[in-house]
C-alpha cells in the first residue's frame, strides 16, 4: 500500500476517538500489552518521561522535548491528537515519522493488527515505541492521551512522571469530580518513580499526595517551590517570565505565549531539575534555548498562535471549562474595538458552561470541523443562543474565517477556536 492507502486503511479499520468518540474507547491495557508484546516490547528499550493532566500536557511535553533536542539527546516525542498530519504524533528531535516508516509499520503487523482490533489510538502508541526502540532514543516524551490509568501510553516506566492541572474535561470516561478526575490521572504514578504536580489543587492534592504514599513514589508540587511571574511579551513572539526558586532569582524567555503558560512551566523547571539530579546531563544554556525555541524545535503549533494583524488573528486549541477561562482572560489583556470569535465544539460534550463564560457583546461566527463527533454548527448556534449569544452560521472554518476578515475592523480582534479540530482547519495555521 502507498502511505496514503495505509492511512485510509487505519482510519476506515481502527475505531478513532477523536473522530467517533464513545465506540473507540477502551476500559483497559489489555490490547495495548499484547501489542507491545508482539513488537517485542519496544516500551522497554528506552527511557521515558509520562506526561499527563487535563491542560497543558501537550505545551509541557514539547517543552521538555525541546530542552532535551538542546542538550544534545536524541529526543523522542509523542503528542495527540494531531493537527495536520498523522505524522505529527511521532516526532524524533523534532522531525516527524517518515511516511514509509508507517507503511513498513502496518505492512509488518497488519495480520496481527486486523486479529487484535486495537483502537486506532492503541495502534499509533505501538508504532510510536517500535518507531522510538528502532531509532534507539536517548529518551522520550510521552504525553497521555486521555486520563491516565487505563491509557494506552500507561504501559511504559518513566524516569518521572509529570502531571500538569486537573479540569473538568471526558468527564463520561474519567469522572464528575475533581477528585474522581484527579484519580485516573493519578494512575500513571509508579512504585519509585518520582511525580511532579505542576499546579497545587486544593480538591486534588490529597488525591496525588495518598497515590504516591500507596505507591512508594516521592511526590513534589512544583508550584510551591518554584514562583512563576509573566513580566512581559515582546514584539517577535517570546514571552518574559521571572523565576523565584531557592531565593534567588532570574529570567526566562518561552515561545508559548498564552498567560497559562504560567502554571506549565514550574513543572517544566522541577522536571529538568529531578532529571538532573538522576544524571541527566541539562545545561542552563539548552533549557533557556528549549524554552526559547520550543515551537521550531518540535513543531509546536496552535497554542496562541498569532496568525494575522490588522486585524490580529489568534487561534488557541483550549476546548475544556479552565481552558477557556484562561483564554478569556488573556483576551482581556488586548486592546481592541470589537472581538470576533470563530467557534465550534465536539458533541459528546456538555458545551452549556462554556458558552455561559463567553462574552455577550463578541460578534460569534459558528463553524465545525469536518469530523463526525463535531456539534453541527445549527445546533451548537442554538445552544449558544440560549446562552445569550447570536452570530452567523457557517460551518466551513475557512469559509467562517474569510468572512470574519472581510467584515472585521483593522482594530478588531478574531479568536479561532473552542476545539482543537476547528484550529486544526484553519488553511495557514
Known amino acids: 500500500m502507498t502511505y496514503q492507502e495505509t492511512l485510509d486503511y487505519l482510519y476506515q479499520s481502527l475505531p478513532m476517538f477523536q473522530r467517533v468518540g464513545d465506540s473507540a474507547f477502551k476500559k483497559d491495557l489489555s490490547n495495548t500489552l499484547a ?5 517485542g516490547n519496544p516500551e522497554k528499550k528506552f527511557k521515558s518521561i509520562h506526561v499527563a493532566g487535563t491542560n497543558g500536557k501537550g505545551s509541557t511535553s514539547h517543552s521538555l522535548a525541546a530542552i ?6 536524541k529526543t523522542g516525542l509523542y503528542t495527540s491528537p494531531h493537527l495536520k498530519s498523522f505524522t505529527e504524533r511521532i516526532r524524533i528531535n523534532g522531525m516527524e515519522i517518515g511516511e514509509q516508516d ?4 502496518v505492512a509488518e503487523n497488519r495480520e496481527f493488527l486486523e486479529e487484535l ?3 486506532f489510538f492503541e495502534m499509533t502508541v505501538g508504532m510510536a515505541f517500535w518507531y522510538f526502540a528502532k531509532q534507539k532514543v536517548d529518551i522520550a516524551i510521552i504525553e497521555v492521551g486521555m486520563g491516565g490509568r487505563l491509557d494506552s501510553t500507561n504501559v511504559i516506566s518513566p524516569e518521572l512522571a509529570l502531571i500538569t492541572n486537573i479540569g473538568f474535561d471526558h468527564q463520561q470516561y474519567l469522572g464528575d469530580t475533581l477528585p474522581l478526575i484527579a484519580g485516573e490521572k493519578a494512575g500513571i504514578i509508579k512504585s519509585g518513580v518520582p511525580v511532579v504536580i505542576s499546579q497545587s489543587q486544593d480538591e486534588t492534592s490529597s488525591v496525588f499526595l495518598r497515590k504516591a504514599k500507596e505507591s512508594g513514589a516521592s511526590i513534589t508540587f512544583a508550584d510551591q517551590k518554584i514562583k512563576v511571574e509573566k513580566v512581559g511579551t515582546e514584539a517577535k513572539g517570546l514571552a518574559n517570565y521571572q523565576i523565584s526558586e531557592n531565593g534567588k532569582s532570574f529570567y526566562l524567555e518561552f515561545g508559548l505565549m498564552g498567560n497559562y503558560q504560567k502554571y506549565n512551566l514550574p513543572g517544566i523547571l522541577e522536571a529538568v531539575n529531578q532529571l538532573r539530579e538522576k544524571g541527566w546531563q541539562i545545561p ?11 515551537a521550531s524545535m518540535t513543531g509546536l503549533k496552535g497554542r496562541w498562535q ?5 486585524p490580529t488573528i489568534i487561534a488557541d486549541t483550549g476546548h475544556n471549562e479552565p481552558g477557556i477561562r484562561e483564554i478569556l482572560a488573556q483576551l482581556q489583556t488586548y486592546s481592541f474595538d470589537q472581538l470576533w470569535m470563530v467557534i465550534g465544539m465536539v458533541q459528546d460534550k456538555d458545551v452549556r458552561k462554556i458558552l455561559e463564560l463567553l462574552p455577550k457583546d463578541a460578534q460569534y461566527v459558528f463553524s465545525q470541523a469536518s469530523i463526525p463527533r463535531a456539534m ?5 448556534a442554538q445552544k449558544a443562543e440560549e446562552a445569550g449569544l447570536k452570530g452567523k452560521v457557517i460551518p466551513s472554518v475557512n469559509e467562517a474565517l474569510l468572512f470574519v476578515q472581510k467584515n472585521a475592523g483593522r482594530n478588531d480582534l478574531i479568536f479561532v477556536g473552542g476545539s482543537t479540530f476547528v484550529v486544526a482547519e484553519i488553511d495557514n495555521l
Not at 508507517?102 to 509499520?105: A, I, K, S
Not at 542552563?284 to 520550543?294: C, I, T, Y
Not at 498569532?306 to 490588522?310: A, S, Y
Open 35 to 39: 501489542l507491545c508484546a508482539h513488537l
Open 376 to 380: 453541527p454548527a445549527d445546533i451548537l
Open 68 to 73: 532535551f533536542q538542546a542538550s544534545g539527546y
Open 306 to 310: 498569532v496568525l494575522g494583524e490588522k
Open 117 to 119: 482490533r486495537p483502537s
Open 284 to 294: 542552563e544554556q539548552a533549557l533557556k534555548k528549549g524554552l526559547k525555541e520550543v
Open 102 to 105: 508507517v507503511v513498513d509499520f
